[in-house]
């Protein structure tokens, strides 16, 4: 069992940063660099959305291309904590942030492959 839980998140305008940061309890037997973690966003009446994700022990990441290059995804794995780093932040990418944590050992867009999510952290961007 990983519990998971987001913060960072607010209002901010164009061309501002974020950092989101993304805590988790893992249960006694589980160690938290086993699970690859991964960022979605869902901004209201569209569907959830691949953002980042980075492997257990964070030598790999991937991104969407939207984001990739403006995003960085990191994680420290004595803190069991996971970062997004957003910078030059469009109006676009208002939404709520979800962190999710997949055991499964692939480093998928999918939200089908993660197992366990955090309760969200809004996101908005103001032109």
């Known amino acids: 069992q990983v519990q998971l839980v987001e913060s960072g998140g607010g209002l901010v305008q164009a061309g501002g940063s974020l950092r989101l940061s993304c805590a988790a309890s893992?249960?006694?037997?589980?160690?938290?660099?086993?699970?690859?973690m991964g960022w979605f966003r869902q901004a209201p009446g569209k569907e959830r959305q691949f953002v980042a994700v980075?492997?257990?022990?964070?030598?790999?990441?991937r991104y969407a291309s939207s984001m990739k290059g403006r995003f960085t995804i990191s994680r420290e794995n004595a803190k069991n904590t996971v970062y997004l780093q957003m910078n030059n932040l469009k109006p676009e990418d208002t939404a709520v942030y979800y962190c999710?944590?997949?055991?499964?050992?692939?480093?998928?867009?999918?939200?089908?492959?993660?197992?366990?999510w955090g309760q969200g952290t809004q996101v908005t961007v103001s032109s």
């Open positions: 980075i492997s257990g022990s964070g030598g790999t990441t």
């Open positions: 999710a944590a997949t055991g499964r050992g692939l480093l998928v867009g999918s939200p089908s492959a993660y197992d366990y």
């Open positions: 893992v249960a006694s037997g589980r160690i938290f660099s086993n699970y690859a």
